[in-house]
């Protein structure tokens, strides 16, 4: 899936050169696609898929077919450059539901992904123009990930618009392209740093005060997230060749719909994958972004640690005297 970033806002808020500024930041011009519905004075950097802002505007819901027009050309575009990332300057105008509409449709849902959706706005437009626009102009600001001021003036104004959104002001490239990043690790780890760092200060200065089960307690932690590491690991690869080497057109066909063939082929999968349920929280989280169905993806999450041989053999080796619960085991699974 092809992560898409949209930059959205009124015509003169500096859409086209915040692109501009953040692709040259991350040097992923050559892997970027850009997407325009908008007919600023300040050219793109990269030559856009020009599209019609007022035949957007025109689209009712009930017409399928003019969508699947403007989706195939967006998905012809795509097929033929194999962009990274897609970037979309959207028309600060035309209601935000007519974007995701095009994205969400059958032609382009298997190719493209929202990943951040940015709004940029001035002072003079919040404070002048914003009140006296119409529902399309709100359906940006509600659906911002996040808003992009010039100064701080009007944040109590855009919270009472969007009050999810980060509203940030002038942020650098390097702050944006954070804004744009999903985090990857999360809380846990960072907790986990404090914890050790803690317990090591306290050992250091009160060795002798500390019981020894605290002691105990902290190795089998220590152990058991040591022991993971590994078998992690082992995900974050499968998971990086599904992503990146297996074709998307061999994982719809055995995966990709809702019927018997890919609930069996999910089922079965964990024969030749000999992973444990640490290793296949990765492989999940990548067959959904290879667009799998969530109810496919977790049957196969859920039957792999089980059916698989690693599984099957080390539960016949730790009882040997029954084998039946091998297979009751997989049964059961």
């Known amino acids: 899936m092809i992560p898409v970033y949209i930059v959205t806002g009124f015509i ?159 942020p650098t490239p390097e702050k944006v392209e954070q804004l744009c990043r999903n985090s990857t690790w999360g809380l846990i780890p960072n907790l986990l740093v404090i914890g050790v760092t803690t317990y090591i200060l306290l050992v250091t200065a009160f060795r002798h005060d500390i019981p020894y089960s605290i002691h105990q307690c902290f190795a089998i932690i220590t152990g058991l997230i040591i022991e993971a590491i590994p078998f992690l690991l082992l995900g974050t690869v499968g998971s990086t060749i599904i992503r990146y080497f297996v074709p998307q057109r061999v994982l719809l066909k055995l995966l990709g719909d809702h019927s018997w063939k890919s609930y069996g082929a999910a089922m079965v999968s964990g024969f030749t994958l000999p992973i444990c349920d640490c290793a296949i929280i990765p492989l999940f989280k990548a067959l959904i972004d290879r667009g799998i169905p969530l109810s496919v993806a977790l049957l196969f999450m859920l039957a792999s640690p089980i059916i698989n041989p690693i599984t099957i053999l080390s539960t016949w080796y730790a009882f040997p005297d029954n084998p039946m619960l091998s297979v009751w085991r997989i049964v059961l699974g």
């Open 12 to 170: 003169g808020s500096g859409k086209s050169t915040f692109i501009n500024k953040q692709l040259q930041y991350r040097k992923k011009l050559g892997g970027t696609a850009i997407i325009s519905a908008e007919e600023g004075s300040e050219p793109l950097i990269k030559e856009p898929l020009q599209l019609n802002a007022d035949e957007l505007s025109a689209i009712v819901p009930s017409d399928i077919k003019s969508y699947e027009l403007i989706a195939c050309k967006i998905a012809d575009y795509v097929k033929r450059l194999q962009p990274k990332e897609l970037w979309i300057e959207w028309n600060g105008m035309v209601s935000f539901h007519q974007l995701e509409a095009l994205l969400y449709s059958d032609i382009l849902s298997q190719l493209v992904q929202i990943e951040k959706v940015l709004y940029i706005c001035t002072d003079q437009f919040v404070s002048t123009i914003l009140p006296g626009l119409g529902n399309d102009v709100m359906s940006q600001l509600y659906s911002a990930d996040c808003i992009i001021t010039e100064s701080d003036t009007h944040h109590a104004l855009l919270r009472t618009y969007n009050g999810e959104a980060k509203i940030v002001t002038t």
